[in-house]
């Protein structure tokens, strides 16, 4: 007894400091590698112009200060880029990119990845759905990322929606599937609650939303589709020599 009471003692306690504890880590170890970076910047500084060596190892004390810099700096190049001179420098930069042979096929590649991600125009992972994947009767949560355009559109038949199916607990990662519009199923979640849901590996569960607690077909207000559904009986077979009748 005393035993099984110390044991849920310690689960409980270890329960209450395991997030803290990783989440300290997490910060830590960003910290370190901001830090990281600004000091090699100050260091390549440093080597182009040598006058700047006692600020250079002065600054490089400063705990953070690979934080601050880049916090700056990103809220520098937003102001700038929010008018119409920066917009223009934005573009010369792009084009610059764009004419060297290996770089513009990452630098346009991420481009077009934050834009869609981060742009207030944008719609990736605006809904959060339920698909089967990977196999017929294993469901998963999924986000939906567009539509399917050009020429893999051409070749799909019907209606297809393009969704993004993450792994547990890293959702960084994950496949890219164009499923039929019919075959997904809108949750009525969030996709902060459905990225709760990921992580956590099922275990915190979003609430249902009153009011709309039916299941819809995505973008189509449809029920659970057809293929979704278990299969109907086959008819019996007739008998292969039936008997004759006087």
Sequence with gaps: MFKS???????????????????????????????????SILA??????????GMAQAVMKIPGIGVLALGLLILLTGTLAANIVGQWWIRQWDALMARIPVVRSIYSSVKQVSDTLFSGSGKAFSKALLVQYP???????????????????????GAHVSVYVPTTPNPTSGFFLMM????????????????????????????????????????????????????????????AHPEKTD
Excluded: C
């Excluded at 409980?12 to 300290?24: Q, R």
């Excluded at 390549?44 to 060596?53: F, R």
């Excluded at 196999?135 to 038949?157: D, I, K, N, Y």
């Excluded at 207000?221 to 086959?234: I, W």
């Design 5 to 39: 009471k110390l044991q849920q003692y310690f689960i409980a306690g270890l329960l209450v400091w395991l997030p803290l504890v990783i989440t300290v880590w997490v910060l830590m170890w960003l910290l370190g590698m901001l830090d990281g970076i600004f000091v």
């Design 135 to 157: 196999r017929h009767g294993s469901w998963t949560v999924a986000f939906l990322t567009g539509h399917p355009g050009g020429e893999v559109a051409r070749h799909l038949p």
């Design 180 to 239: 039929a519009r019919d075959d997904v199923i809108e949750l009525d979640m969030t996709v902060d609650e459905a990225l709760k849901y990921i992580i956590s590996m099922g275990v915190v569960v979003p609430p249902e939303h009153v009011g709309n607690l039916s299941r819809k077909g995505a973008m189509a207000g449809k029920p659970l589709p057809q293929a979704a559904q278990a299969p109907a009986a086959a008819p019996a077979a007739p008998p």
């Design 44 to 53: 390549t500084i440093e080597a182009v112009v040598p006058g700047l060596t």
